[in-house]
């Protein structure tokens, strides 16, 4: 048996909140999803002006760079045709996205979860889903 | 063309509050999904002690009450064997629930959107949804 | 080789007017779909009140009256829980409807399409395919 | 709350009727699609000679359109390998067609829909659907 960190509902309500704070800032109204562990929803918000389509998107990066355990923005250029990856777009369900936005959250090496972001450019969206991250990893120095 | 109320995302927040607070009181953690009209997701939060296979339920039962525009529990009857609903359950690429749990909400008897839960009994779920639809006709009635 | 009749877009203009109308006397908005012999869509309507959910029952209804032939309320009996026919109607990715509503369209003994209505109680829905249906074979004997 | 405005099946006829009439004027049977704002069907025609396999496209270019307010055509380049969307159109289902002939309608900056049109070239295809929009835009103006 082992022992692993496991994020919580508060833990979900703080990167969601700076993540909407970033998205408000740059002005893109996003959809963003939180994952846990195993890829599985925790939380998603779809703020007033973000896409229908991003829904899925959103919640299919989170699952990914969870269930990965790597940014989406990671398989951009191994998952193109000739490169290593390519055809894992379609993996899962067509769940996989190599799509930026999407990234992993970790705790002492420790996969707890990923957080997935869309609507806006995919860099807009990566920064997103950064700024959730890092008030996530901000809370746990305090 | 005609005119048709939204909701917002200020309005899921104050629906989900009160859902979750229902939750807390009768000691039971819910997967809980707020749709658009359109029955597309515009917030869902699991609770710590959720279950996963409730997340798609949750997000199913607000889909269906959204888009059918009328409670789950609606179908639980003439959904059954027999029923002049039978087979209801398995449309829509199975995401149409028949089982306790998910409200439609209407405002001046437009549908603006849905709210489902899950992880209880579906007499707590449908308690839990109720909660919610009933703290944003207060809201609105202010 | 052999010759078989085949409904043309007119037809189905034909059809979908009868239906529609059908739809406004007793009240009810409906989704309404009409399929080809090979249970592909050829039309669909969605009246004003319909319901978003019946969007994919009247099309699978429409689909499983030309493609089965029957009427899918002759399923109603035989797909249930000890019939002969029980778990057709998660068959065909489960688009195999058993809920009266739909409407095989013959000519000359010959299967040319289907119609399948959604939205009001089963009884509706069949009574506005059968609308559809009468016009169309009405206007062949003309 | 917000307000937003909403198609009818009487809106749908108009732009249905012009994107038909574009399509016999430049000689091409095609299968057209109209969706709402939330991406859902509202109206489906398939002329005499449009494909079987566009069917599918054509409703999945009118869900891509409204439901991510850009045009299919928007997707082209940069759904391309080695573009920041490679992998979109396999998410939401693989119904994110990336594929020209799709437009969203907006009216006073807001979506209230989409029209996808498939069969032909894929420039003939959103000529055609462009023919729909137009004719719902100048209908507006009067």
Chains 1, 2, 3, 4 share one sequence.
Not at 37 to 45: K, Q, R, T
Not at 96 to 104: A, Q
Request: net charge neutral.
């Amino acid at each position: 048996m082992k022992t692993v960190p496991k994020l919580t509902l508060e833990d979900a309500r703080g990167i969601m909140d700076a993540a909407e704070q970033r998205s408000r800032e740059i002005g893109v109204d996003m959809d963003i999803a939180i994952a846990d562990d195993g890829g599985h929803l925790l939380m998603f918000h779809r703020m007033d002006g973000a896409r229908i389509t991003s829904i899925d998107i959103a919640i299919s990066k989170a699952f990914t760079a969870a269930a990965a355990r790597r940014s989406t923005r990671s398989y951009a250029q191994t998952g193109l045709p000739g490169g290593p990856a390519y055809g894992i777009h379609v993996s899962n369900q067509c769940r996989f996205m190599v799509i930026p936005g999407g990234l992993p959250i970790f705790v002492d090496h420790q996969i707890v979860g990923g957080i997935g972001c869309s609507s806006g450019h995919c860099d807009q969206d990566e920064s997103v889903a950064q700024a959730g991250v890092d008030a996530f990893l901000r809370g746990l120095k305090k």
